[in-house]
């Protein structure tokens, strides 16, 4: 089955720092990606979506200059998390829907990124 | 905007006990579509709900799409351990089917 596959799981890193999570699709092609973060015991939210070879766009409230979105190819996004600091802190999860299947989207297995 | 209200948040069951968990909308949903996450990792769909009144299952799950659109309930049958871990309901946003809104989630936890 489709297969999206997110790197690195796990990133720790000093406040101030750039982080870069990738986001792959491994056996189709994606137009459009998704983003979502999650903090700890709540729910998944929707940060942007990623639209291959044209911006990205957000959701209200998801600040466009601090979470840098790049979908150069059909089965890469990228998330920069610019200048992260500890309230930058969670689960980052990206998602692709196979076009070329009637199926939902499918999750990568997350990114936990720590900012100390 | 489009919000799902999922209940139970938490549920603590035996091994062998029977689940429900169901989710409801004040927005009519075309889609339904519940998903399991496990401690640090990513959602897995469980079951996909496409119709009005549709009943699906997948192995001892089993899901129904409300006739009204606006709800839809998920159970588990015959609890195991590793059915521990975080269920969510999910609808696409607007018309765009990529999209997806959550719900709070529901934690199971299921003891031996």
């Known amino acids: 089955g489709a297969v999206v596959s997110q790197h690195p799981s796990w990133v720790i890193c000093k406040s101030g720092t750039s982080v870069k999570i990738e986001c792959r699709s491994l056996d189709f092609q994606a137009t459009t990606m998704f983003w979502y973060r999650q903090f700890p015991k709540q729910s998944l939210m929707l940060m942007a979506t990623?639209?291959?070879?044209?911006?990205?766009?957000?959701e209200q409230g998801v600040e466009k200059d601090k979470f840098l979105i790049n979908h150069a190819s059909l089965t890469l996004s990228t998330l920069t998390v610019t200048s992260a600091h500890p309230e930058d802190s969670s689960f980052y999860i990206c998602?692709?829907?196979?076009?070329?299947?009637?199926?939902?989207?499918?999750f990568g297995d997350g990114t936990r990124l720590s900012i100390l | 905007g489009q919000q799902l209200n999922q209940s139970p948040q938490s549920m603590f069951i035996q091994e062998g006990e029977d689940v429900s968990m169901n989710c409801t909308s004040s927005?009519?949903?075309?889609?339904w579509l519940w998903y399991k996450q496990d401690p640090g990792e990513g959602p897995v769909l469980l079951i996909a709900l496409y119709k009005a009144g549709e009943l699906t299952s997948n192995g001892r799950l089993t899901a129904q799409f409300g006739i009204t659109r606006k709800d839809s309930f998920l159970n588990i049958s015959a609890s195991i351990p590793s059915d521990v871990g975080i269920y969510f309901c999910a609808g696409p946003v607007g018309t765009s089917y990529g999209k997806l809104t959550f719900g709070q989630g529901t934690i199971l936890t299921v003891h031996p």
């Open positions: 990623s639209n291959e070879g044209s911006k990205a766009t957000y």
């Open positions: 927005s009519i949903f075309n889609t």
């Open positions: 998602s692709a829907r196979d076009l070329g299947s009637n199926q939902p989207q499918h």
